[in-house]
């Protein structure tokens, strides 16, 4: 070794380097520990409660079924959560497997419109979808899908009755894009870097109303990634907002494929 020193300085740089990466993935696995804890109990508690006023005095059997009804919706809005969890947690441990296949986004994007039409119906609102073309691409078709569920019901979600939904599929030179479009309050631009984090919403209230988790963009930007894409919000000058996923032509590969979660 001609310079000693110098090795033992690169050592320790690099070990330095590598405590600090893990000091932060312990901080953010407690931060997420926390968060979920958190929002975990906050159903549990509805459910209890509600359960608790309601065996304080006998009552007639329409307060009872208004009483069963609401704890039902607290045991949804519970498992929906932990179904969340689960996906994240099988991307972080790298688990969730792809299966390839070849995809027609048109055909990926109709059957997301029929899925969430009830939604949006009941909120007057219409899901338009415009083709550019026959885009196609090669990834996990089920985890796409996920992705552009989640797109498409915060579109519903976040947009006042009446609202219009566009659902663009193109093939751009370069790969396949699916834009969704809405025309609802928009997201402020200090706020855009933060939206893709886990148990974020911008509006706490407002989100926790509709049922929101904050859990929806982390799983939407892990299921594009994976695919080996990109999901980024678009600039839409205070009319709405567009998120975008950006899809290459061939499969992602296996580095992709064990792509842990954001
Ligand atoms: N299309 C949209 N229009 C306006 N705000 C949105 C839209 N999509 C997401 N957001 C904001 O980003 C936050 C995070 O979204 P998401 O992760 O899907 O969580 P949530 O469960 O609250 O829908 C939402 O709470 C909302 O404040
Ligand atoms: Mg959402």
């Avoid at 033992?8 to 979920?36: C, H, I, K, P, Y």
């Avoid at 415009?130 to 019901?153: E, S």
């Avoid at 999901?231 to 499969?251: C, D, K, M, V, Y």
Wanted: net charge negative; with cysteine.
């Amino acid at each position: 070794m001609d310079n000693p020193d110098d090795e033992l300085g690169q050592l320790a740089t690099v070990f330095n380097e590598t405590l600090t990466r893990l000091e932060l993935s312990f901080e953010q696995m407690r931060r997420f520990t926390a968060d979920a804890s958190h929002e975990l109990r906050t159903p549990l508690t509805a459910i209890r409660s509600v359960g608790e006023v309601g065996l304080r005095a006998s009552r007639d059997e329409e307060t009872y079924r208004e009483i069963i009804g609401s704890m039902l919706e607290e045991a949804d809005r519970l498992a929906r959560l932990v179904d969340r969890l689960l996906t994240l947690s099988k991307a972080d441990t790298g688990e969730a497997s792809l299966s390839i296949d070849v995809i027609d986004l048109c055909e990926l994007a109709d059957r997301v419109a029929g899925q969430l039409d009830v939604l949006a119906e009941e909120k007057e609102q219409s899901i338009q979808i415009v083709r550019d073309g026959a885009p196609r691409c090669t990834g996990d078709p089920l985890v796409l899908r996920q992705a552009l569920l989640n797109l498409v019901d915060n579109a519903i979600k976040y947009s006042p009755v009446g609202g219009r939904i566009t659902i663009r599929v193109a093939q751009p030179p370069t790969g396949a894009t699916i834009d969704v479009c809405d025309t609802g309050p928009g997201i402020p631009a200090e706020l855009q870097s933060r939206i893709f984090d886990r148990f974020y919403r911008v509006d706490q209230s407002r989100s926790r109303e509709n049922g929101g988790t904050g859990l929806g963009l982390s799983i939407a930007k892990w299921a594009v990634e994976v695919n080996g894409g990109r999901l980024t919000l678009e600039e839409t000058n205070g009319a709405g907002s567009t998120f975008r996923i950006t899809l290459p032509q061939n499969a992602p590969s296996p580095i992709a494929s064990s792509l842990r979660a954001v």
